[in-house]
């Protein structure tokens, strides 16, 4: 006797009595962390169903947290370096007298001080001291001008950040009148910050010999930067 086919089971797809279709199958639980999953012909139940909800909202918000990170803020620019310059700004001598003034050679390391004579009468000669601030700058020498380009000029050290200087005509000579530079004091920068340029024991001579009185002498102030 051949056997008999398989009744299939009632189901809500194939109500009883419908042909023979394919046979549902029906997995056991499995155990996963713990807990029981169920896999049949309508899909996945239980918690495994509520694993799959989870991924799917994650991956609908770009994997979660990775949509929502604040953007990286630029690395600021840094200021360019400073440039080296040596500035000097001179302060008084208006009138008739001698002042002080940078020439037109200085650079910024380099400061040829003019020693200038402005409006003057009859002058035959000058002597004076000089100081400077020898933390910002270094002497180098001492150039003499065309004023009195028939002088004499002498410079010695006299200490730290000091010079005397002496610039005279020789001989039966009358003294130069009007204005032009006497001498070049030549300053290299040697250290940043700011210093002044002053005069003491100064005198102005005539032709004759005597002192000129009422000459002003002008001073000034150097700011380095390196």
Request: charged share 10%; proline share 11%; hydrophobic share 40%.
């Amino acid at each position: 006797m051949s056997p008999s086919p398989l009744t299939p089971l009632p189901s809500h797809s194939h109500p009883p009595g419908e042909g023979h279709p394919r046979p549902e199958l029906i997995f056991p639980p499995l155990p996963v962390g713990g807990r029981g999953w169920e896999r049949g012909a309508r899909g996945v139940r239980g918690p495994a169903a509520g694993l799959l909800l989870l991924l799917f909202v994650l991956a609908a918000c770009g994997g979660g947290g990775g949509g929502g990170s604040s953007p990286v803020e630029p690395t600021p620019t840094p200021p360019p370096p400073s440039q080296p310059s040596l500035v000097f700004t001179p302060q008084g001598g208006a009138g008739s007298g001698v002042s002080l003034a940078a020439g037109a050679g200085s650079t910024a390391t380099t400061l040829l001080l003019e020693v200038r004579a402005n409006s003057v009468t009859d002058l035959y000669g000058v002597a004076f001291d000089i100081s400077y601030p020898a933390n910002l700058v270094q002497y180098v020498r001492a150039t003499q001008g065309p004023l009195l380009a028939g002088g004499t000029l002498q410079v010695a050290a006299g200490g730290t950040g000091n010079l005397v200087i002496g610039l005279s005509n020789l001989g039966p000579v009358p003294g130069a009148s009007g204005s032009g530079v006497l001498m070049t004091l030549e300053f290299r920068a040697a250290g940043a910050g700011q210093g002044a340029f002053s005069f003491s024991r100064n005198v102005a001579v005539n032709s004759a010999g005597q002192a000129i009185n009422g000459l002003s002498w002008g001073t000034g102030t150097v700011q380095v930067t390196l």
